[in-house]
């Protein structure tokens, strides 16, 4: 099998543009245009030029990669839906982009290649491409952007040759179905999102009408906010964020008689909803489907994250904001229903697997509630009391938050802030929790000891995975703080390298969560296997669009996949819970 590079160069602009509309609604737009086509092969192929003019039947039966083939790929089935260019079956399509994000590179072709071969890629050309049609660039022009769109696929066939061996089969799969649930789109109510956003629209507009400078400077300006408060014999807060409670109080105190003072928080908030609304309108077709994208490898652990622009579908608001619930607008036709079922305490779970506490897991497995469990190993329940959930549901909220805040090393001060405990009940939980998840504690201090001598030879610090995989922190340094030494680690987020702090709780925080991903991409590529159409997953949630009729049976054909653990780790107690929905939900 031959493999073959294949990189798209298509007209845009600020507003004919992927970022905002999404891919489909990009390929869409009325100034769209791909004019270009780059292809190199590792047979000697090496072509740029007009997509109409290459002969893609070179591609049948072949091996095909594109750095991005979220955008090419989707392209390439896209034109043929058109009637741009042929259809072929290429055996393969690959993405290099999550490939390098796999091996821990930058998922950007210039930042994978700059960490990788020490190269300066220039993408200048690529920016003084936008607004530039083909037959309006100079023969000059042209001759560049032929160039740079060689050189993309050049570089693209090369990080594949260098890396490939390290990408698991089993990961290029997961790779691909997380494509093709992007490629499926999202069943949208196109009716609500218009209602929705008219609604949003006067709201914004009755927020401006409180606004006293809104003539004079802009909405949000904070120092015309601070004048305004000043001529009212108010001293402004530092901050006006949700979050600070200082500005949360002094709201409560002043906004009912200064009324403009609540509008403007809310008028950056509802812009900021009124965003998420335009991003679904711009990216949803006239097959009232959202196509947008969920990122593959998004996080150092390998979990998804969401795709760039101001929607970002593994973090919608769960609750309703200013009548408007972007949740609900997920619904289906009449003869479809959604599927919607997610993983019971997965990364619960999964610590008590690393740790090896064989007496957890038995008693998970036989739990039919997990919190009233870990209640009765505290001592804090005795099952002859009966239902922890019906007898005591303020304990089992207190259990469930020790569970959950406390198995990565947090101090009795950071879970008195997460479960909003004083600091003497917090240092009584934390104590209880060490006390009787030891095992759990144990791993802390063993992953941690193993910095130090991955540090004194210089290699690299690597954490296995049952899965196969293995978390790769790179050569850790050592600096000293308050005069302890701490071990740092640069870990790629996005496009660039950061600078981590390395300490055991956080470690065995990344190996649960990672341990968590394996498990659940393993049951996407599981369900994809059965036929079941996942439209979008949300962490360890999958939705899944099915025919009416047989949405009973497709549930009951997910839970029974997503309480199966994988093979390679059998002895895993998993379980599930899920629903049939025609409006997708909290």
Known sequence: ??????????????????????????????????????????????????????????????????????????????????????????????????????????????GATSELYDLKVDKSTRDNMKGKRWETMDPEFQAEVSEYALKDSELCLRLWKDLAPKWPEQEQLISKVNRRCAQRGIPIDTKLLVKQKEELAQ?????????????????????????????????????????????????????????????????RRINALRRKLDSFDFATMADERYYGGIMYFGAHTGRFSGASGNLNLQNLPREEMFGCNLRNLIATPQDKRLIVADLSQIEVRTLCWLANDIDALDEIRASTDIYETFAIRFDLWDASNGPLKEKDPKLRHKVKTMVLGCGYGASSKKFALISNMNEAEAEEAVDLYRTKMHKVVSLWNQTQRGLYPAWYEGSDFTLDLPSGRELNYGRVKSILQDGRKNFVAMVTKGSRKTPVSLYGGLLVENLSQALARDVFADILVRLDALGCKTVMHVHDEVVIEANKDDADQTLATVLDTMKTPPAWLPELPLDADGEILKRYKK
Request: net charge negative.
């Open 203 to 267: 709201k914004v507009f009755e927020a401006e009408q409180c606004i006293p400078w809104i003539d004079r400077a802009p909405t949000l300006s904070r120092n015309a906010f601070n004048e305004e408060c000043r001529r009212n014999g108010l001293e402004p807060p530092h901050s006006l964020a949700l979050s600070d409670e200082e500005a949360n109080e002094w709201i409560r105190i002043h906004g009912k008689k200064y009324r403009w003072i609540e509008s403007v928080r809310n008028f």
């Open 1 to 110: 099998m031959n493999t073959y590079a294949v990189d798209f160069e298509t007209y845009y602009d600020k507003e004919c543009s992927i970022k905002t509309l999404g891919t489909r609604g990009y390929f869409n737009h009325y100034d769209f245009s791909a004019y270009m086509v780059s292809v190199v092969g590792d047979e000697g192929t090496s072509y740029v030029g007009h997509p109409k003019d290459f002969n893609w039947a070179t591609l049948e039966g072949q091996r095909v990669l594109s750095h991005n083939a979220s955008f090419d790929e989707t392209l390439y089935l896209f034109g043929c839906e058109k009637n741009w260019w042929p259809r072929v079956e290429p055996a393969e399509w690959h993405c290099t982009a999550d490939l390098a994000a796999y091996c821990g590179l930058p998922r950007s072709l210039k």
